[in-house]
């Protein structure tokens, strides 16, 4: 694959420190996102198809795949879209929507950017967006691990004592740890023959998190980020990459000049190395992944 100013190119990620036998969702999902371009012609239209095709893929937690909360019950999801013709929108802490990445990009044609909770799932009836999914067995199976992890020693996130999920407990239902002893974000950057570029990220949150906990996903600058020298995504623990800005700090990086694999490494650099963090990024003649470990991706470059 060569990198050609002004060809189409998408990069799409199932997540920092997923198994990269999950490449061919994202695979596909790049293949969605080009087949939408050529269709569309419009940037923001392929990265979305291409998000679509993740959300609805159940091993990745986005959409479908969404991670439960510590409450074994409830899903929450963050996602977000942006690209270099001003649409920009936002959706936190969203229950109950099958594809999230349709609720953010509805945002962009309201007056806000951002909306979350219960205001953004009312806006998904008006618009008569579906329903998730009944919780899957692949989604307990998940969580039941998870619970496993949380009562073992070793912190599930890093930098942070396992029991701090017990003292700050805002369930109803009390936790029940295991008496013996995730995080994996969607997104797609994508850069037009017209020279635009969009980026879309969808996620059902890392895991564990308390309810009401909001990532990177929605936070511009931080896990998305889109301008008129590129697009960047970025997946890992939120609470560390929202503390860096990480996407904007990249492009930051391209706008003195950068190479944009040099860029990627720098920004991966910034976050402790035990952290989990990955980025993807289009530019006007560079598509590149960058991560601290193994991240399924998918890349098609014209
Ligand atoms: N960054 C996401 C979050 O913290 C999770 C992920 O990338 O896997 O919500």
Redesign the pocket.
């Known amino acids: 694959m060569t990198n050609k100013e002004h060809g189409f190119a998408i990069v799409t990620h199932g ?2 420190g997923e198994p990269l036998e999950l490449s061919d969702g994202c695979e596909q999902a790049a293949e969605a996102g080009h087949a939408k371009f050529k269709q569309t012609a419009d940037a923001l239209e392929a990265a979305i198809a291409a998000v679509l095709v993740l959300e609805e893929d159940e091993r990745f ?1 986005a959409g479908t795949g969404s991670v439960l909360c510590l409450d074994g019950e409830t899903v929450e999801m ?1 996602a977000s879209i942006m690209d270099t013709r001003a649409r920009l929108g936002a959706i936190a802490c969203v229950r109950d929507v099958r594809n999230p990445i349709l609720l953010a990009r509805a945002v962009a044609d309201t007056p806000h950017v951002l909306l979350c909770g219960e205001g953004a799932g009312r806006l998904a009836r008006a618009l008569g967006l579906e329903r998730a999914q009944p919780i899957r067995d692949s989604q307990v199976d998940k969580h039941q691990t998870l619970l496993k992890e949380l009562a073992a020693s070793v912190p599930v996130m890093p930098g942070i004592d396992n029991r701090m999920f017990e003292r700050f407990w805002n369930y109803q239902t009390p936790l029940q740890l295991p008496t013996s002893a ?4 969607v997104g797609a950057v994508v850069r037009g023959v017209d020279g635009h570029f969009a980026v879309a990220a969808s ?1 059902g ?2 895991a564990p998190s308390l309810l009401g906990r909001v ?3 929605p936070i511009m600058g931080s ?1 998305f980020y889109a301008g008129p020298l590129g697009a960047i995504a ?6 560390h ?1 929202v503390r860096q800005m990480l996407a904007r700090t990249v492009y930051g990086w391209l706008e003195q000049g950068m190479p944009l694999q040099q860029a990627l490494q720098r920004g991966i650099d910034l976050i402790d190395k035990d952290v989990v963090t990955g980025l993807i990024a289009v530019t006007k003649s560079e598509a590149a992944a960058c991560s601290n470990t193994h991240m399924p991706t998918g890349k098609i470059v014209e």
């Open positions: 997540g920092a937690n963050d995730a995080h994996d974000t996620t949150g890392s990532g990177d996903t896990g970025a997946t890992g623990v939120g609470e990459i």
